[in-house]
């Protein structure tokens, strides 16, 4: 018995990134100056795109690099993205470069993090942030997203971690969805908890607002009408 795997193809790749990015056929043919019976052809496979059209939708639809070397594979052609790894001697010159900006940050903490928020360098005031967190959460590989937000970490030091919480995994959820990465996906899953102490309690019912009897006077009705502010009136936060 032969076990043959099926592989994508780069239609149905393509579709997915256009159903992630929510776009429909019309909409991304647009985008892209071609017809939107030619981009059916691709994704259903009636049409070989070449390598320019594979790379110009993969640019329409922001798909990352490191993706768009696997559309080029399904579409049977050569990846046109380098990858190196940061220890390798081509990128001497990007560990300096990193190295230069961790000291210069120096007396505050610095980090760098990969895309899965992995601990790749630190400088040495980050021992004043992790300082009495849990040792099980330094053991490598770090994630400095878990470390951040464990109820062992950092998370009971963070005075704002309400709001710092939201805005990491806010900013996790759109890196997942933009990059299509499953390991981005499932560290949305699996972030910590928010500690009890943190949790905002629920807002208390108000009472709806009675509405003017109906013994009111029209003027009444109508001073309490132009004494609501209008939402176009209303201030705005900048």
Same mark, same amino acid.
């Given at each position: 018995?032969?076990?043959?795997t099926?592989r994508?193809?780069?239609g149905?790749?393509?579709?997915e /990134?256009r159903?992630?990015?929510?776009?429909?056929?019309?909409?991304?043919?647009?985008?892209?100056g071609?017809?939107?019976?030619?981009?059916?052809?691709?994704?259903?496979?009636?049409s070989? +795109?070449?390598a320019?059209m594979?790379?110009?939708?993969?640019?329409?639809l922001?798909?990352?690099?490191?993706?768009?070397?696997?559309?080029?594979l399904?579409?049977?052609?050569?990846?046109?993205?380098?990858?190196?790894?940061?220890?390798?001697?081509?990128?001497?010159?990007?560990?300096?470069?990193?190295?230069q900006l961790?000291r210069?940050?120096?007396?505050?903490p610095?980090?760098? *993090?990969d895309r899965? /928020?992995?601990?790749?360098?630190?400088?040495?005031?980050i021992?004043? &942030?992790?300082?009495?967190?849990?040792?099980?959460? &330094?053991?490598?590989?770090?994630?400095?997203?878990?470390?951040?937000l464990?109820p062992?970490?950092?998370?009971?030091?963070?005075?704002n971690l309400r709001?710092?919480r939201?805005?990491?995994?806010d900013? &996790?959820?759109?890196?997942? *969805?933009?990059?299509?990465?499953p390991a981005?996906?499932?560290?949305?899953?699996?972030?910590? +908890?928010?500690?009890?102490?943190?949790r905002q309690?629920?807002?208390?019912r108000?009472?709806?607002?009675?509405?003017?009897?109906?013994?009111a006077?029209?003027?009444?009705?109508?001073?309490?009408?132009?004494s609501?502010?209008?939402?176009?009136?209303?201030?705005?936060?900048?």
């Amino acid at each position: 018995m032969i076990d043959v795997t099926t592989r994508p193809t780069v239609g149905n790749l393509l579709r997915e /990134w256009r159903h992630r990015r929510r776009l429909s056929q019309l909409d991304l043919a647009l985008e892209a100056g071609i017809s939107a019976r030619h981009l059916s052809f691709v994704e259903t496979g009636r049409s070989r +795109p070449s390598a320019e059209m594979v790379v110009h939708l993969a640019e329409r639809l922001e798909v990352p690099l490191r993706e768009r070397n696997g559309l080029l594979l399904a579409a049977g052609y050569a990846p046109a993205y380098a990858q190196h790894d940061l220890g390798a001697p081509e990128m001497g010159p990007v560990r300096e470069a990193l190295d230069q900006l961790l000291r210069a940050h120096h007396p505050l903490p610095a980090v760098v *993090v990969d895309r899965h /928020w992995g601990l790749v360098a630190a400088n040495d005031a980050i021992a004043l &942030l992790v300082d009495g967190v849990a040792p099980h959460l &330094l053991e490598a590989p770090v994630n400095v997203l878990r470390l951040s937000l464990h109820p062992e970490g950092m998370a009971p030091r963070i005075v704002n971690l309400r709001q710092w919480r939201a805005h990491l995994l806010d900013r &996790l959820g759109r890196e997942s *969805v933009i990059s299509g990465d499953p390991a981005l996906a499932a560290c949305t899953r699996n972030s910590p +908890p928010t500690p009890a102490a943190d949790r905002q309690p629920p807002e208390p019912r108000r009472r709806a607002a009675r509405s003017p009897s109906r013994c009111a006077s029209a003027s009444a009705r109508r001073n309490l009408r132009s004494s609501a502010p209008s939402p176009r009136s209303a201030p705005r936060s900048t």
